[in-house]
């Protein structure tokens, strides 16, 4: 059990909530870690219940003093803890329970700031300092869209942006129990849903719960989905088969939330799906937001108005796409495609509806893969497992002497299935 004294938990102060300082840093070493060593091996994902009694050395997890130090450096940045000179508290202990204490610590006497990361699809992570307390404003508009909920069941890690509002800020200003379920399957999900509950996931994790039971929800669910936008026809699917509300946020790492749109069994609440502007945002331009009197920034996305004040997005504008809740850049990806020696050139796309969530690649194999496009595949595979996140994997190869192109000379899309075209 928890014993740590704490002081009531809301949405500024979300670190004093049940579990949730122990959820953060799990979630955050568990991320970190994996950065540190790609390809594996990995550590075992940590219990936030027993992270007080886990050792953070040889001896338990199995970090070295090289990976400690990478591990506290990233816990220092996300909390500011070298804003009141607490940074070297960590490197004085070597187990998860002294983290836990100085970070517990730090964070009652110096919250102003906390910093976030985004997915790190295009190489290392990168960080976006927020305000804290501008952070909380908006976990209590999100609490005032999401009232009456006696319990969370949240799928997405905390240590991002999405995770931070939804599964730390919200449940302290709720006052209602989180529950995890990650690790669960979507049949077991399901089971345990109860009147009341307020889902957190992606696009992903609904279309699977929707593929394990298509109808027969409780009543009174409420989910939220965020991470990409969630397609049309998976809100429907979900609003008829019974879900009571769908609550679809848009936002990103450097931005927070920028706006939403919901669904119910009757529809889009707005016309057309339209999203509607979070009220700390003001539209200076048709790709360009400020925060009350702050300086105009650009959407993470080219967003398309209309008469009504809403907006949908349409393509990001940094060559990156969605992979269930995490950006993926698809130049980093093709560029380690093409960094394997039986292969000439590449391209990568994003699947179209119907075919599917993920990515798929066409490849032009070089002189030396020879005729054996097995061997290439499996030999391909290996490479890209070792290399590249789960989501930057493609799931479908498709193999041609020259890259598809329209008859106008134009890059062209093809069938993501493994073919070849010789």
């Known amino acids: 059990m928890n014993t740590m004294a ?78 009141g000179g607490l940074e070297d508290d960590l490197l004085t202990s070597a187990t998860l329970a002294g983290w836990l204490k100085a970070s517990a610590h730090a964070l009652e006497h110096c919250s102003e700031r906390i910093t976030v990361l985004s997915s790190g699809s295009a ?150 799906g339209a999203f509607r502007l979070a009220p700390w945002w003001r539209r200076c331009g048709d790709d360009r937001l400020a925060r009350q009197d702050e300086a105009p920034i650009v959407a993470p996305d080219r967003l398309a108005w209309d008469l009504s004040g809403g907006f949908r997005i349409e393509d990001r504008r940094d060559g990156t796409v969605k992979v ?12 380690v495609i093409r960094a394997h020696p039986g292969v000439a050139d590449a391209v990568v796309r994003a699947m179209q509806p119907g075919e599917g969530t993920r990515l798929k690649a066409f490849v032009v194999p070089g002189p030396q893969a020879g005729e054996d496009l097995a061997s290439l595949l499996a030999s391909l595979a290996a490479h890209i497992e070792t290399t590249l996140s789960v989501a930057e994997r493609p799931r479908a190869f498709r193999f041609g002497r020259a890259l598809p192109l329209t008859a106008a000379g134009k890059p062209a899309d093809w069938p993501a299935r493994d073919t070849a075209d010789f």
């Open 6 to 83: 704490r002081g009531p938990a809301d949405a500024l102060h979300w670190w004093r909530g049940p579990w949730a300082i122990e959820r953060f840093l799990a979630d955050l070493i568990d991320s970190e870690a994996r950065r540190l060593r790609p390809g594996g091996p990995w550590p075992p994902r940590l219990d936030p219940k027993l992270i007080g009694l886990a050792d953070a050395d040889e001896r338990g997890l199995g970090f070295d003093s090289l990976e400690r130090l990478g591990l506290a450096a990233a816990l220092s940045q996300a909390l500011h803890l070298h804003d």
């Open 123 to 272: 190489g290392r992570p990168r960080s976006h300092t927020h305000a804290t307390e501008r952070l909380a404003r908006e976990a209590e508009t999100w609490a005032r869209l999401l009232p009456g909920r006696r319990r969370i069941r949240t799928a997405v890690a905390s240590h991002h942006i999405y995770g931070l509002l939804f599964d730390l800020m919200l449940p302290a200003e709720l006052a209602a129990p989180l529950d995890d379920l990650r690790g669960q399957s979507p049949g077991g999900v399901l089971a345990t849903l109860r009147p009341g509950d307020l889902v957190i996931g992606h696009p992903l994790f609904w279309s699977a719960l929707l593929c394990a039971s298509p109808s027969g929800w409780p009543s009174d669910v409420v989910g939220v989905t965020s991470g990409a936008a969630c397609p049309d026809s998976v809100a429907a699917e979900l609003t008829d088969a019974g879900l009571s509300r769908l609550l679809d946020v848009y936002g990103s790492s450097e931005t927070g939330g920028v706006g939403w749109r919901e669904r119910t069994g009757e529809g889009w609440k707005h016309a057309g």
């Open 324 to 335: 269930g809740a995490v950006a993926v850049n698809l130049d980093r990806v093709r560029q």
